[in-house]
Nanobody, 124 residues
Framework: QVPLVESGGGLVQAGGSLRLSCATSGRTSSSYAMGWFRQSPGKEREFVAVISWSGDRKYYTDSVKGRFTISRDNAKNTVYLQMNSLKPEDTARYYC?????????????????WGQGTQVTVSS
């Protein structure tokens, strides 16, 4: 099980910004794709964004394109999710996960274990 520690969530008004962080072990992070996911009560966990291990490939779900930016710092074994222009529908618990294959990383069903996540609440 890869240790994953998400942080940076909080309560923000609509239109505001937050930056989430996900720290993982150096043994796995340097060659793995990293993804962000979110889950709202009563809904399935969904893909949000993914970044390749080199950072040259990034994919986003349509609802966050132009508002969210994923990035990573391999020296710090950390992936970030900058969230701007937040909307109430972005309210969810946000999780990260990692896999060697960037396409596989986009499917939350491929993962059996998750970190604690970090809660993002956007008020209208």
């Amino acid at each position: 099980q890869v240790p994953l520690v998400e942080s940076g969530g909080g309560l923000v008004q609509a239109g505001g910004s937050l930056r989430l962080s996900c720290a993982t072990s150096g043994r796995t992070s340097s060659s793995y794709a990293m993804g962000w996911f979110r889950q709202s009560p009563g809904k399935e966990r969904e893909f949000v964004a993914v970044i390749s291990w080199s950072g040259d490939r990034k994919y986003y779900t349509d609802s966050v394109k132009g508002r969210f930016t994923i990035s990573r710092d391999n020296a710090k074994n950390t992936v970030y999710l900058q969230m701007n222009s937040l909307k109430p529908e972005d309210t969810a618990r946000y999780y990260c996960n990692t896999d060697p294959n960037i396409i596989a990383t986009m499917n939350p069903g491929n993962f059996r274990s998750w970190g604690q996540g970090t809660q993002v609440t956007v008020s209208s």
